[in-house]
Protein backbone atom coordinates (compact mmCIF):
# COMPACT_ATOMS: atom_id res chain seq x y z
CA UNK A 1 0.00 0.00 0.00
CA UNK A 2 1.40 3.49 -0.94
CA UNK A 3 2.35 5.56 1.92
CA UNK A 4 0.19 8.53 0.88
CA UNK A 5 -2.65 6.78 1.69
CA UNK A 6 -2.16 6.56 5.11
CA UNK A 7 -3.16 9.39 7.69
CA UNK A 8 -0.75 11.96 7.90
CA UNK A 9 -0.86 11.69 11.56
CA UNK A 10 0.27 8.27 10.91
CA UNK A 11 2.99 9.43 8.33
CA UNK A 12 4.32 12.76 10.72
CA UNK A 13 4.81 9.72 13.88
CA UNK A 14 8.42 9.39 14.82
CA UNK A 15 9.50 5.64 15.00
CA UNK A 16 9.96 4.35 18.76
CA UNK A 17 13.97 3.59 19.05
CA UNK A 18 13.35 1.84 22.27
CA UNK A 19 11.11 -0.65 20.24
CA UNK A 20 13.26 -1.34 17.51
CA UNK A 21 16.70 -1.99 20.64
CA UNK A 22 14.25 -4.06 22.12
CA UNK A 23 13.01 -5.87 18.77
CA UNK A 24 17.01 -6.48 18.29
CA UNK A 25 17.56 -7.53 21.54
CA UNK A 26 14.99 -10.52 21.36
CA UNK A 27 16.29 -11.44 17.51
CA UNK A 28 19.49 -11.60 19.45
CA UNK A 29 18.44 -13.83 22.03
CA UNK A 30 16.34 -15.64 19.72
CA UNK A 31 19.27 -17.11 17.74
CA UNK A 32 20.94 -18.02 21.06
CA UNK A 33 23.23 -15.22 22.08
CA UNK A 34 23.32 -14.44 25.72
CA UNK A 35 21.90 -10.64 26.01
CA UNK A 36 21.51 -8.99 28.98
CA UNK A 37 18.77 -6.08 28.89
CA UNK A 38 18.72 -3.30 30.71
CA UNK A 39 15.71 -1.95 28.44
CA UNK A 40 12.66 -3.16 30.72
CA UNK A 41 10.15 -0.89 31.62
CA UNK A 42 8.21 -2.60 34.11
CA UNK A 43 8.83 -4.65 37.63
CA UNK A 44 10.64 -8.21 37.35
CA UNK A 45 8.55 -9.13 40.54
CA UNK A 46 5.19 -11.36 39.99
CA UNK A 47 1.82 -9.59 39.79
CA UNK A 48 1.09 -10.05 44.22
CA UNK A 49 -0.87 -13.82 44.48
CA UNK A 50 -3.82 -11.99 46.16
CA UNK A 51 -4.54 -9.74 43.05
CA UNK A 52 -4.44 -12.69 40.84
CA UNK A 53 -6.79 -14.85 42.96
CA UNK A 54 -9.27 -11.70 43.23
CA UNK A 55 -8.76 -11.90 39.37
CA UNK A 56 -9.40 -15.94 39.21
CA UNK A 57 -12.61 -15.61 41.40
CA UNK A 58 -14.33 -13.18 39.21
CA UNK A 59 -13.89 -15.59 36.04
CA UNK A 60 -14.90 -18.08 38.22
CA UNK A 61 -18.18 -16.10 38.96
CA UNK A 62 -18.72 -15.72 35.48
CA UNK A 63 -17.39 -11.98 35.58
CA UNK A 64 -16.69 -12.01 31.52
CA UNK A 65 -19.56 -9.52 30.05
CA UNK A 66 -19.45 -5.92 29.35
CA UNK A 67 -19.10 -3.61 32.65
CA UNK A 68 -20.53 0.04 32.80
CA UNK A 69 -17.84 2.74 31.29
CA UNK A 70 -15.12 3.64 31.84
CA UNK A 71 -15.29 0.87 35.29
CA UNK A 72 -17.66 -0.74 37.47
CA UNK A 73 -18.10 1.82 39.88
CA UNK A 74 -16.23 -0.48 43.06
CA UNK A 75 -13.34 0.57 40.80
CA UNK A 76 -13.30 4.18 40.35
CA UNK A 77 -14.61 4.26 44.29
CA UNK A 78 -10.96 2.45 45.25
CA UNK A 79 -9.67 5.30 42.84
CA UNK A 80 -11.40 7.88 44.50
CA UNK A 81 -10.36 6.78 47.96
CA UNK A 82 -6.93 6.56 47.02
CA UNK A 83 -6.71 9.63 45.92
CA UNK A 84 -7.89 10.99 48.93
CA UNK A 85 -6.01 8.27 51.65
CA UNK A 86 -2.26 8.84 49.76
CA UNK A 87 -2.34 11.93 48.23
CA UNK A 88 -4.90 14.59 49.65
CA UNK A 89 -6.50 14.46 46.73
CA UNK A 90 -10.64 15.14 46.36
CA UNK A 91 -11.40 13.25 43.43
CA UNK A 92 -15.09 11.83 44.00
CA UNK A 93 -15.64 9.32 41.56
CA UNK A 94 -17.50 10.86 39.50
CA UNK A 95 -14.34 12.85 38.40
CA UNK A 96 -12.49 9.36 37.86
CA UNK A 97 -11.28 7.97 34.71
CA UNK A 98 -10.40 4.81 33.82
CA UNK A 99 -8.44 3.07 30.63
CA UNK A 100 -6.32 0.39 28.90
CA UNK A 101 -3.18 1.44 30.93
CA UNK A 102 -2.00 4.73 31.46
CA UNK A 103 -0.70 4.92 28.26
CA UNK A 104 -4.13 4.86 27.41
CA UNK A 105 -5.43 6.87 29.85
CA UNK A 106 -2.21 9.75 28.95
CA UNK A 107 -3.39 9.74 25.54
CA UNK A 108 -7.35 9.73 26.10
CA UNK A 109 -6.81 12.70 27.93
CA UNK A 110 -4.46 14.35 25.21
CA UNK A 111 -7.27 13.86 22.58
CA UNK A 112 -10.00 15.27 24.55
CA UNK A 113 -8.24 18.64 24.99
CA UNK A 114 -6.20 19.39 22.20
CA UNK A 115 -6.51 20.49 19.07
CA UNK A 116 -4.30 22.04 15.65
CA UNK A 117 -2.40 24.59 17.05
CA UNK A 118 -2.14 23.99 20.72
CA UNK A 119 0.64 23.64 22.48
CA UNK A 120 2.29 20.56 25.06
CA UNK A 121 5.00 21.81 26.71
CA UNK A 122 7.40 18.64 27.89
CA UNK A 123 10.09 18.96 30.78
CA UNK A 124 13.40 17.00 29.69
CA UNK A 125 14.36 14.44 29.81
CA UNK A 126 10.53 12.71 29.60
CA UNK A 127 8.96 9.98 28.96
CA UNK A 128 8.86 9.00 24.72
CA UNK A 129 5.40 8.94 24.38
CA UNK A 130 4.42 12.28 25.67
CA UNK A 131 5.44 13.86 22.27
CA UNK A 132 4.36 11.40 19.85
CA UNK A 133 0.62 12.00 22.04
CA UNK A 134 0.55 15.10 21.06
CA UNK A 135 1.45 15.34 17.72
CA UNK A 136 -1.37 12.55 17.05
CA UNK A 137 -4.14 15.09 18.71
CA UNK A 138 -2.77 17.81 16.13
CA UNK A 139 -0.74 19.56 18.48
CA UNK A 140 3.04 21.27 18.73
CA UNK A 141 5.58 20.05 21.15
CA UNK A 142 7.90 22.58 23.34
CA UNK A 143 11.00 21.12 25.53
CA UNK A 144 12.04 22.65 28.58
CA UNK A 145 15.60 21.06 29.00
CA UNK A 146 16.39 20.28 32.55
CA UNK A 147 20.00 20.75 33.07
CA UNK A 148 22.02 17.44 33.93
CA UNK A 149 23.60 19.77 37.35
CA UNK A 150 20.49 20.43 38.72
CA UNK A 151 19.72 16.84 38.89
CA UNK A 152 17.44 17.45 34.96
CA UNK A 153 15.07 19.63 36.99
CA UNK A 154 13.44 22.29 35.30
CA UNK A 155 13.37 25.67 36.41
CA UNK A 156 10.50 28.07 36.81
CA UNK A 157 12.06 30.54 34.98
CA UNK A 158 12.92 27.89 32.20
CA UNK A 159 9.20 26.88 32.27
CA UNK A 160 8.31 30.72 32.23
CA UNK A 161 10.25 31.31 29.17
CA UNK A 162 8.29 29.14 26.61
CA UNK A 163 4.90 29.36 27.87
CA UNK A 164 3.32 31.36 25.21
CA UNK A 165 -1.21 32.10 24.93
CA UNK A 166 -1.11 28.99 22.95
CA UNK A 167 -0.09 26.38 25.48
CA UNK A 168 -2.57 23.99 26.52
CA UNK A 169 -1.06 21.72 28.64
CA UNK A 170 2.16 21.29 30.75
CA UNK A 171 3.34 17.47 31.33
CA UNK A 172 4.51 16.99 34.54
CA UNK A 173 6.11 13.56 35.55
CA UNK A 174 7.57 13.08 39.01
CA UNK A 175 9.44 10.56 39.47
CA UNK A 176 10.64 10.69 36.00
CA UNK A 177 11.03 7.76 33.80
CA UNK A 178 13.74 8.51 32.36
CA UNK A 179 16.10 9.76 34.78
CA UNK A 180 14.59 8.97 37.88
CA UNK A 181 14.67 12.63 39.40
CA UNK A 182 11.75 14.22 41.59
CA UNK A 183 10.74 17.84 42.42
CA UNK A 184 9.76 18.37 45.66
CA UNK A 185 6.35 19.99 47.01
CA UNK A 186 8.16 23.03 46.73
CA UNK A 187 9.90 22.64 43.44
CA UNK A 188 6.25 22.16 42.04
CA UNK A 189 4.59 25.07 43.79
CA UNK A 190 6.91 27.32 42.28
CA UNK A 191 6.40 25.85 38.53
CA UNK A 192 2.57 26.00 39.95
CA UNK A 193 2.94 29.66 40.11
CA UNK A 194 4.19 30.35 36.65
CA UNK A 195 1.71 28.12 35.22
CA UNK A 196 -1.19 30.17 37.45
CA UNK A 197 -0.46 33.52 34.71
CA UNK A 198 -1.38 31.70 31.80
CA UNK A 199 -5.18 30.93 32.53
CA UNK A 200 -5.52 28.00 29.04
CA UNK A 201 -2.93 25.60 30.62
CA UNK A 202 -3.82 22.41 32.05
CA UNK A 203 -1.34 20.38 33.94
CA UNK A 204 -1.27 16.44 33.46
CA UNK A 205 0.60 15.08 36.52
CA UNK A 206 2.03 11.72 35.66
CA UNK A 207 2.55 10.12 39.01
CA UNK A 208 2.80 6.39 38.31
CA UNK A 209 5.97 5.93 39.52
CA UNK A 210 4.93 7.70 43.22
CA UNK A 211 5.52 4.33 45.44
CA UNK A 212 9.04 3.39 44.09
CA UNK A 213 11.15 6.28 46.22
CA UNK A 214 14.38 6.31 47.72
CA UNK A 215 16.67 8.24 50.01
CA UNK A 216 13.80 9.68 52.35
CA UNK A 217 12.39 11.51 48.97
CA UNK A 218 8.67 12.77 49.54
CA UNK A 219 6.05 11.82 46.58
CA UNK A 220 3.91 15.17 46.57
CA UNK A 221 0.82 15.11 43.95
CA UNK A 222 1.31 18.10 42.10
CA UNK A 223 -2.47 19.37 42.77
CA UNK A 224 -1.83 18.99 45.95
CA UNK A 225 1.09 21.15 46.39
CA UNK A 226 -0.34 23.75 44.50
CA UNK A 227 -3.95 23.41 45.24
CA UNK A 228 -5.24 26.51 43.61
CA UNK A 229 -4.62 24.74 40.02
CA UNK A 230 -6.80 21.74 40.96
CA UNK A 231 -9.44 22.82 38.58
CA UNK A 232 -6.62 22.79 36.14
CA UNK A 233 -4.61 19.54 36.74
CA UNK A 234 -5.48 16.15 35.59
CA UNK A 235 -3.25 12.96 37.44
CA UNK A 236 -2.63 10.24 36.39
CA UNK A 237 -1.56 6.84 37.49
CA UNK A 238 -1.72 3.27 36.84
CA UNK A 239 -1.36 -0.40 38.26
CA UNK A 240 1.70 -1.26 36.00
CA UNK A 241 4.51 -0.10 38.17
CA UNK A 242 3.09 0.09 41.90
CA UNK A 243 1.88 -3.56 41.61
CA UNK A 244 3.69 -5.01 39.01
CA UNK A 245 0.76 -5.55 36.92
CA UNK A 246 2.26 -4.21 33.68
CA UNK A 247 0.45 -6.36 31.48
CA UNK A 248 -2.99 -5.95 33.20
CA UNK A 249 -3.13 -2.52 31.22
CA UNK A 250 -5.51 -0.89 34.26
CA UNK A 251 -4.84 3.33 34.27
CA UNK A 252 -6.32 5.67 35.54
CA UNK A 253 -7.45 10.01 36.04
CA UNK A 254 -8.87 11.69 38.56
CA UNK A 255 -9.17 15.27 36.87
CA UNK A 256 -12.26 18.48 36.30
CA UNK A 257 -15.60 16.71 35.97
CA UNK A 258 -15.61 18.59 32.28
CA UNK A 259 -12.50 17.13 31.84
CA UNK A 260 -13.16 13.24 32.97
CA UNK A 261 -16.57 13.43 31.19
CA UNK A 262 -14.81 14.14 27.44
CA UNK A 263 -12.19 11.52 28.72
CA UNK A 264 -15.26 8.86 29.22
CA UNK A 265 -16.75 9.98 26.52
CA UNK A 266 -13.68 8.86 24.06
CA UNK A 267 -13.33 5.78 25.70
CA UNK A 268 -16.97 4.83 24.97
CA UNK A 269 -16.05 5.00 21.48
CA UNK A 270 -12.79 3.40 21.84
CA UNK A 271 -12.38 0.32 24.26
CA UNK A 272 -15.71 0.72 26.11
CA UNK A 273 -14.18 -0.67 29.56
CA UNK A 274 -10.91 -2.12 30.76
CA UNK A 275 -11.31 -6.01 31.01
CA UNK A 276 -14.23 -7.17 33.16
CA UNK A 277 -12.64 -9.92 35.52
CA UNK A 278 -9.68 -7.63 36.23
CA UNK A 279 -11.88 -4.60 37.78
CA UNK A 280 -12.79 -6.56 41.08
CA UNK A 281 -8.93 -6.89 41.27
CA UNK A 282 -7.57 -3.72 40.58
CA UNK A 283 -10.19 -2.55 43.25
CA UNK A 284 -8.08 -4.91 45.93
CA UNK A 285 -5.01 -3.72 44.88
CA UNK A 286 -5.68 -0.49 45.90
CA UNK A 287 -7.36 -1.03 49.02
CA UNK A 288 -6.22 -4.20 50.35
CA UNK A 289 -3.12 -3.08 52.86
CA UNK A 290 -1.50 -6.38 51.42
CA UNK A 291 -0.87 -4.39 48.42
CA UNK A 292 1.34 -1.84 50.11
CA UNK A 293 3.62 -4.35 51.79
CA UNK A 294 4.08 -5.91 48.03
CA UNK A 295 5.38 -2.76 47.10
CA UNK A 296 7.07 -2.08 50.40
CA UNK A 297 9.06 -5.75 49.44
CA UNK A 298 9.80 -4.40 45.80
CA UNK A 299 11.03 -0.67 47.20
CA UNK A 300 13.16 -2.61 49.28
CA UNK A 301 15.08 -5.00 46.26
CA UNK A 302 15.06 -1.74 44.38
CA UNK A 303 16.57 0.23 46.93
CA UNK A 304 19.61 -2.11 46.85
CA UNK A 305 20.05 -2.21 43.17
CA UNK A 306 19.91 1.34 42.35
CA UNK A 307 23.02 1.82 45.28
CA UNK A 308 24.53 -1.23 43.04
CA UNK A 309 23.84 -0.32 39.54
CA UNK A 310 24.72 3.92 40.33
CA UNK A 311 27.88 2.85 41.59
CA UNK A 312 28.70 0.44 39.00
CA UNK A 313 27.93 3.14 36.67
CA UNK A 314 30.07 5.82 37.86
CA UNK A 315 33.02 3.64 37.79
CA UNK A 316 33.22 3.35 34.14
CA UNK A 317 35.34 5.36 32.63
CA UNK A 318 34.09 8.54 30.87
CA UNK A 319 30.51 7.88 32.17
CA UNK A 320 28.72 10.01 35.06
CA UNK A 321 25.21 9.30 36.43
CA UNK A 322 23.18 11.29 38.57
CA UNK A 323 22.15 9.21 41.32
CA UNK A 324 18.02 8.77 40.59
CA UNK A 325 15.20 9.82 43.36
CA UNK A 326 12.14 7.50 41.93
CA UNK A 327 11.26 4.98 39.61
CA UNK A 328 13.84 1.87 38.72
CA UNK A 329 16.39 3.49 35.82
CA UNK A 330 19.36 5.09 35.44
CA UNK A 331 20.24 8.01 32.86
CA UNK A 332 24.10 8.22 32.67
CA UNK A 333 25.53 10.17 30.53
CA UNK A 334 28.22 8.55 27.88
CA UNK A 335 29.21 12.11 25.79
CA UNK A 336 32.69 11.18 26.56
CA UNK A 337 32.02 8.15 24.31
CA UNK A 338 30.54 9.87 21.70
CA UNK A 339 32.29 11.46 18.54
CA UNK A 340 33.57 10.28 14.96
CA UNK A 341 32.61 6.78 15.96
CA UNK A 342 29.16 7.23 17.67
CA UNK A 343 27.57 10.85 16.93
CA UNK A 344 24.45 9.88 19.05
CA UNK A 345 23.57 7.81 22.09
CA UNK A 346 21.25 5.68 19.36
CA UNK A 347 24.98 4.49 17.60
CA UNK A 348 26.56 3.99 20.65
CA UNK A 349 23.32 1.75 21.79
CA UNK A 350 23.44 -0.09 18.58
CA UNK A 351 27.01 -0.92 18.69
CA UNK A 352 26.69 -2.00 22.11
CA UNK A 353 23.98 -4.46 21.49
CA UNK A 354 26.06 -5.71 18.77
CA UNK A 355 29.43 -6.22 19.77
CA UNK A 356 28.71 -6.44 23.77
CA UNK A 357 25.48 -7.81 23.58
CA UNK A 358 24.09 -5.56 26.36
CA UNK A 359 20.76 -3.63 25.61
CA UNK A 360 19.94 -0.48 26.76
CA UNK A 361 17.87 2.40 25.25
CA UNK A 362 18.83 5.62 23.70
CA UNK A 363 17.80 8.98 25.42
CA UNK A 364 17.64 10.46 21.87
CA UNK A 365 13.58 10.08 22.46
CA UNK A 366 13.56 11.12 25.65
CA UNK A 367 15.37 14.88 24.81
CA UNK A 368 18.92 13.81 25.19
CA UNK A 369 20.85 11.83 22.75
CA UNK A 370 23.90 11.95 25.17
CA UNK A 371 22.55 9.93 27.54
CA UNK A 372 21.62 6.19 27.98
CA UNK A 373 18.95 4.82 29.81
CA UNK A 374 19.33 1.45 31.89
CA UNK A 375 16.53 -0.18 34.18
CA UNK A 376 17.97 -1.91 37.32
CA UNK A 377 14.43 -4.36 37.50
CA UNK A 378 16.51 -6.86 36.78
CA UNK A 379 18.63 -9.13 39.54
CA UNK A 380 22.11 -8.01 40.70
CA UNK A 381 23.95 -10.48 38.80
CA UNK A 382 22.89 -9.30 35.73
CA UNK A 383 23.47 -5.37 37.03
CA UNK A 384 26.82 -6.53 37.35
CA UNK A 385 27.61 -8.98 34.55
CA UNK A 386 25.70 -6.35 32.46
CA UNK A 387 27.65 -3.54 33.56
CA UNK A 388 31.21 -5.59 33.53
CA UNK A 389 30.46 -6.02 29.71
CA UNK A 390 30.31 -2.38 29.29
CA UNK A 391 33.32 -2.16 31.05
CA UNK A 392 35.16 -4.27 29.00
CA UNK A 393 33.48 -3.20 25.79
CA UNK A 394 34.32 0.74 26.35
CA UNK A 395 38.24 -0.29 27.25
Not at 8 to 22: D, E, F, G, K
Request: proline fraction near 6%; hydrophobic fraction near 45%.
Amino acid sequence: MPDQLLAQRVRQMAPSITLAITAKAKALRAEGVDVIGFGAGEPDFDTPAFIKEAAKQALDEGMTKYTAVPALPVLREAISDKFKRENGLDYPAAQVSVAAGGKHMLYTAMQALLDPGDEVVVLAPYWVSYPEQAKLAGASVVEVVGDESQGFKATPEQLEAKLTPNTKIVVLNSPSNPAGHGYTAAEQAALGKVIAKFPRIVVFSDEIYEHLIYDGFEHVSFAKACPELLDRTVTFNCHSKSFSMTGWRIGYAGGPADIIRACNGLISQMTSHVTSFTQPAAALALSDPRGMAAIAEMRESFTRRRELMHRLLNDLPGVTCVKPQGAFYCFPNISAHLGEKYATAVEFAAALLDEAHVAVVPGNDSGFETHVRLSFATSDENIERGIKRIAEWLQ
